[in-house]
T-cell receptor
Framework: GDSVTQMEGPVTLSEEAFLTINCTYT??????LFWYVQYPGEGLQLLLK?????DKGSNKGFEATYRKETTSFHLEKGSVQVSDSAVYFC?????????FGTGTKLQVIP | EAGVAQSPRYKIIEKRQSVAFWCNPI?????LYWYQQILGQGPKLLIQ????????DSQLPKDRFSAERLKGVDSTLKIQPAKLEDSAVYLC??????????????FGPGTRLTVL
């Protein structure tokens, strides 16, 4: 099955700093790639996705590009806000099955 | 559009007791998932249903866990008997997907189980 390696946290950044959370995956097929986010006290929700090589998913200022050659899907944001504090999960999906990473906790301080 | 509903939200039991969780997916979603999320870890798939059939239950501890989705709509996950290591958040998710990729899963708020 699929597997995913995600940057360990916690990551602490000052507001307006640049964010990168690394994610690499292994998959037997050609997976779709997702980033899910879990805000404090809330359920998991989709942040962005990409379904084929070189696709860029984007939402709320976050971006990630499907890199098939390096099997990576790194999450980036140019200027983080306190409200971005959450746990972020990288998740490849093959045959309707999603494999979640361990999650990276992001804390943004004012 | 109503989201994925789960109940109860919290449950505290003693080891060796039994417990059941309920999930009602988004209307029309064919696929339903149960995940176990232990504190500090990512969700781990326990079982996946396609309508009322099981697609994947390879990581379900079948000696103590069971799940059903009799009419292809709502679902129940049961643990009997519970162990201390079952303390976790149990997440239910659903998706429209029948085939292909790129389909988003929608998650419920989860049930936080504490086994004493």
């Amino acid at each position: 099955g699929d597997s995913v390696t995600q940057m360990e946290g916690p990551v602490t950044l000052s507001e307006e700093a640049f964010l990168t959370i690394n994610c690499t995956y292994t998959a037997t097929g050609y997976p779709s790639l997702f980033w899910y986010v879990q805000y404090p006290g809330e359920g998991l929700q989709l942040l962005l996705k990409a379904t084929k090589a070189d696709d860029k998913g984007s939402n709320k200022g976050f971006e990630a590009t499907y890199r098939k050659e390096t099997t990576s899907f790194h999450l980036e944001k140019g200027s983080v806000q306190v409200s971005d504090s959450a746990v972020y999960f990288c998740a490849p999906s093959s045959y309707q099955k999603v494999t979640f990473g361990t999650g990276t906790k992001l804390q943004v301080i004012p | 559009e109503a989201g994925v509903a789960q109940s109860p939200r919290y449950k505290i039991i003693e080891k060796r007791q039994s417990v059941a969780f309920w999930c009602n997916p988004i209307s029309g979603h064919a696929t339903l998932y149960w995940y176990q999320q232990i504190l500090g870890q990512g969700p781990k798939l326990l079982i996946q249903f396609q309508n009322n059939g099981v697609v994947d239950d390879s990581q379900l501890p079948k000696d103590r866990f069971s799940a059903e989705r009799l009419k292809g709509v709502d679902s129940t996950l049961k643990i009997q008997p519970a162990k201390l290591e079952d303390s976790a958040v149990y997440l239910c998710a659903s998706s429209l997907a029948i085939a292909g990729g790129g389909n988003e899963q929608f998650f419920g708020p989860g049930t936080r189980l504490t086994v004493l």
